[in-house]
T-cell receptor, first 110, second 112 residues
Framework: RKEVEQDPGPFNVPEGATVAFNCTYS??????FFWYRQDCRKEPKLLMS???SGNEDGRFTAQLNRASQYISLLIRDSKLSDSATYLC???????????FGKGNQVVVIP | NAGVTQTPKFQVLKTGQSMTLQCAQD?????MYWYRQDPGMGLRLIYY???????DKGEVPNGYNVSRLNKREFSLRLESAAPSQTSVYFC???????????FGPGTRLTVT
């Protein structure tokens, strides 16, 4: 069973709309959760951490549901520049190692 | 402050050839990582080094070797390249106690 599962999409989103997607993780011992962003043919970069109480960073909102073992990302008022792949990342190993999902591809359409 | 640098950016090898991918970071990070990324597979960990002088296998280590030359540099070697090793290779680093990994720009490797 994969550590992290994501629906790859693509998620085609009209500019200005809201898009949300989830990922599920298999190891209930995972302590830390993140969303990374990867632009086409570029390296991944940390977008935001995900806290138990949920957190916002501008138009981005991340939620964690430990009981159901999933995290979510919501993007409001989508911009063309939000087009990217969003990687769900968890820490099932108890050290600095990360487990990456395959990513949710978001395409914002004018 | 260059962050994480990787060389080369692109490489084409014939089956059976060897090569070393170089990675260096200037952030004084203790931990360094090598990943490969294939379409539909996501990022998979090949090897990592938690600190200078230590290396450990990740998810897909077969066919690779690594060297943590010093705190700054972590190299990945393919001794006998195979077409299955065609991929994009990313190096990353992080400081001890942090989960924020900083990635290099990647090396696009094709093995024919």
């Amino acid at each position: 069973r994969k550590e992290v599962e994501q629906d790859p999409g693509p998620f085609n989103v009209p500019e200005g709309a809201t898009v949300a997607f989830n990922c599920t993780y298999s190891n209930s011992a995972s302590q830390s959760f993140f969303w990374y962003r990867q632009d086409c043919r570029k390296e991944p970069k940390l977008l935001m951490s995900v806290y138990s109480s949920g957190n916002e960073d501008g138009r981005f909102t991340a939620q964690l549901n430990r009981a159901s073992q999933y995290i979510s990302l919501l993007i409001r008022d989508s911009k063309l520049s939000d087009s990217a792949t969003y990687l769900c990342v968890v820490t099932p190993y108890g050290n600095n190692r990360l487990a990456f999902g395959k990513g949710n591809q978001v395409v914002v359409i004018p | 402050n260059a962050g994480v640098t990787q060389t080369p950016k692109f490489q084409v090898l014939k089956t059976g050839q060897s090569m070393t991918l170089q990675c260096a970071q200037d952030m004084n990070h203790n931990s360094m990582y090598w990943y490969r990324q294939d379409p539909g597979m996501g990022l998979r960990l090949i090897y990592y080094s938690a600190s200078e002088g230590t290396t450990d296998k990740g998810e897909v280590p077969n066919g690779y070797n690594v060297s943590r030359l010093n705190k700054r540099e972590f190299s990945l070697r393919l001794e006998s390249a195979a077409p299955s090793q065609t991929s994009v290779y990313f190096c990353a680093s992080t400081r001890t106690g942090s989960y924020e990994q900083y990635f290099g720009p990647g090396t696009r490797l094709t093995v024919t």
